[in-house]
């Protein structure tokens, strides 16, 4: 028989198990995955951390363990001027050999009820690139896609081969003295990201320290110039925050800023200066990168997707927030 209840403490140790199995077929595609999210002892702590405070639930199928799904609930402002909840990578998994599809489903109809109920109303979830029917049943579910996180091995021979750029286009490490350009570049990237096809709303709650951001002990920044103006930048970090979970180790570096001026596009410097970004993580013993993207955004798209190979995805739904006056939930 199977039934839905409360995702509890008592969960804790099947739930883990399940995570580390999709977790398992994911790295079977990208080797380079952090080993630490394959262990049990992290993938519980993690469901741990988020029990308290969080509402999740869990199939029982005769008792045992089939299915789990949690996630931040009440996050002010998310993606809307509404609150809203969001679902990482590990929060979530279910069985195979049973009815995965059905699980999720009974899954996603009782927590999202629980999420209207406490005025979340965009509902997020982070998951795993290689599977495709999770990516399928979200979809059909009301689900869009909105990031992705990609990831490129660091092999120690491997150098992408750049078109060699223009002679007067000097491509070097930005500097004190770029600071101001280097202000304007980040403004730009803000700009067209907000502008159509993207529309990201800049979602920072204080003015960005460029200095810091770009020439801090953490980040590495390479930009080309030309007769004193810098025509792009592209910022690796030693190590990639504000990602999926998966991405976040000591071994795996980071990219956080990309931009080239519109009129030198697909001239190659955009690669050139990623292969400087990943000889810099290389020297630093690095064995992979990653950098998430905004699926909307084109151009980006096709650039880190050349590149880089995806990791997870996440999608978003909107609810019409009108449906809680009328009772639901
Ligand atoms: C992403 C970006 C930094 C790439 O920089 P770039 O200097 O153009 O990079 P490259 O020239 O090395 O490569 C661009 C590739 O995109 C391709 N491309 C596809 N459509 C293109 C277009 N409309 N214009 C330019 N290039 C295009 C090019 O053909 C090239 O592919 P190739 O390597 O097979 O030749 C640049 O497109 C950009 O600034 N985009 C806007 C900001 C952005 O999206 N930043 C990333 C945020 S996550």
Redesign the pocket.
């Known amino acids: 028989m199977v039934s839905i209840v409360t995702l509890a403490h008592q969960h804790v140790d099947d739930g883990a198990k399940l995570f580390v199995q999709s977790y398992a077929k994911q790295r079977e595609s990208m080797a380079c995955l952090p080993p630490k999210y394959a262990k049990h002892e992290t993938a519980a702590q993690l469901l741990e951390g988020i029990l308290e405070n969080h509402p999740g639930v869990a199939t029982l199928s005769d008792g045992r363990l089939v299915g789990y799904l949690t996630g931040y609930g009440m996050i002010p402002n998310f993606k809307s001027i509404q609150p809203g909840a969001y679902v990482p990578e590990w929060a979530h998994a279910a069985a195979d050999g049973h009815d995965r599809e059905r699980i999720y489903q009974f899954m996603l109809e009782n927590l999202s009820r629980a999420w209207i109920g406490n005025g979340s109303f965009a509902h997020a979830i982070t998951f795993f690139a290689a599977d495709d029917a999770l990516r399928e049943l979200f979809c059909w579910a009301g689900f869009g896609l909105l990031v992705v996180d990609a990831v490129r091995v660091i092999d120690p021979a491997d150098r992408l081969k750049p ?1 060699e750029p223009e002679p007067e286009i000097v491509i070097r490490q930005a500097n004190e003295g770029d600071l101001e350009e280097l202000a304007r570049l980040d403004n730009e ?1 803000i700009n ?2 907000q502008r159509a096809p993207t529309f990201l709303f800049p979602d920072h709650e204080k003015e960005p320290d460029t200095a810091v951001e770009f020439l801090g002990e953490n980040a590495f920044s390479m930009v080309a110039e030309k007769d004193q103006r810098l025509l ?1 930048c ?1 910022r690796g970090t030693l190590r990639k925050e504000d990602a999926c979970t998966i991405v976040q180790d000591a071994s795996v570096m980071g990219i956080d800023f ?3 001026d ?1 009129n ?11 292969d400087e970004i990943l000889d810099w993580g290389r020297s630093r013993q690095k064995t992979a990168c990653a ?4 699926s909307a ?4 798209s ?3 997707m ?1 590149h880089f190979s995806p990791v997870c995805f996440s999608a978003i739904r909107h609810v019409d927030p009108r449906v809680a006056e009328s009772g639901d939930g």
């Open positions: 078109a990237l067209y990201l792009a592209i990309a931009y080239t519109p030198v596009r697909g001239m190659g410097i955009g690669r050139r200066l990623l950098v998430d993207f905004e955004n084109a151009l980006g096709a650039f880190w050349k």
